[in-house]
């Protein structure tokens, strides 16, 4: 019985972590379930683009450094190659059980050693996500590892059976979100109604910005959550490694002071959908 109690809390943990991937995997992803908003919202005053531990109680509540806690200690490569094992090790870990989750899901992908262990090999190239989580004597813990699949750079190709989808090159550093939004959404294929679907979305919050009713980045990101989410609907699951990486590129012009203001919100929405756009006009080239 102890261990079905501690099971279904591991469990329940991790659906609760899922339904908040808006925040943990890019706040932009998509609004947070109703029982999570109160502590969200903490959150986005924190920081609008990452997500601090707050499963483990606050500063006046923390767990005493004496007591051992559930801590995931992930041991993986960034990068491979397509074909090629990864592996991942959670030996190091402080955990009596593990759940795991990779996204996008995959029959390439294996756990064994009571969870501590795990490999998978991608078949095409892109960035690739899986989500852990731990619980040790009624404490948890959750960690994500990012692995960028690459491949040979493929040249652009004519039409054809098996290339319904636009090949776009790998930008330079610094190029602006214009150019890297095409860019991530090839890499995994996203489709063309979705894109002018999100691409809407953004330009939707634009609008807001400049009526003034959204003016502060917790609610032009609240706002985007929403909007993103009804714009995608179920589809969002599969768009997540390309708004991880929004997300990741945000914050990193948050933390450099470009993106502060909701004018230069405004902005930077502008850039997403002007990239979005530009890689579903891609589909036109292959059409003709």
């Known amino acids: 019985?102890?261990?079905?109690?501690?099971?279904?809390?591991?469990?329940?943990?991790?659906?609760?972590?899922?339904?908040?991937?808006?925040?943990?995997?890019?706040?932009?992803?998509?609004?947070?379930s109703t029982g999570m908003t109160a502590a969200i919202e903490t959150v986005v005053e924190r920081s609008v683009y990452e997500l601090p531990t707050i499963f483990q109680g606050d500063e006046d509540n923390e767990v005493t450094p004496e007591v051992e806690v559930a801590k995931i200690v992930i041991n993986a490569p960034s990068t491979g190659d397509v074909g090629e094992l990864i592996r991942f090790d959670l030996s190091d870990s402080v955990a009596e059980s593990f759940k795991w989750l990779r996204v996008p899901?995959?029959?390439?992908?294996?756990?064994?050693?009571?969870g501590r262990r795990a490999v998978f090999s991608a078949r095409k190239p892109g960035e690739y996500m899986v989500i852990v989580a731990c619980a040790y004597q009624g404490t948890v813990d959750v960690t994500t590892h990012t692995v960028i699949i690459i491949g040979p750079d493929p040249a652009p190709l004519p039409p054809g059976p098996n290339n319904n989808y636009p090949v776009v090159p790998k930008p330079a550093d610094g190029a602006s979100l214009v150019v890297w939004m095409p860019y991530w959404c090839s890499s995994i294929q996203c489709p063309k109604d979705e894109t002018m679907r999100l691409a809407a979305s953004f330009e939707s919050i634009v609008a807001t910005i400049a009526a003034g009713i959204n003016t502060t980045p917790q609610e032009i990101i609240?706002?985007?959550?929403?909007?993103?989410?009804?714009?995608?609907?179920?589809?969002?699951?599969?768009?997540?490694?390309?708004?991880?990486?929004?997300?990741?590129?945000?914050?990193?012009?948050?933390?450099?002071?470009?993106?502060?203001?909701?004018?230069q919100h405004a902005e930077a929405w502008r850039e997403i959908a002007e990239g979005l756009r530009a890689y579903a006009a891609l589909f036109n080239v292959l059409e003709d």
């Not at 995959?106 to 009571?114: K, Q, R, T």
């Not at 706002?223 to 590129?249: C, D, F, H, K, Y």
């Open 222 to 263: 609240v706002a985007t959550s929403t909007a993103n989410r009804q714009a995608l609907g179920e589809s969002i699951t599969a768009w997540m490694p390309v708004l991880q990486n929004l997300q990741s590129a945000l914050k990193t012009r948050s933390e450099a002071g470009i993106i502060v203001t909701a004018e």
């Open 105 to 114: 899901e995959s029959v390439d992908f294996e756990v064994y050693a009571n």
């Open 1 to 32: 019985m102890l261990n079905f109690k501690k099971n279904l809390r591991l469990s329940l943990f991790l659906i609760v972590m899922l339904a908040a991937t808006g925040l943990m995997c890019g706040s932009i992803l998509q609004q947070p």
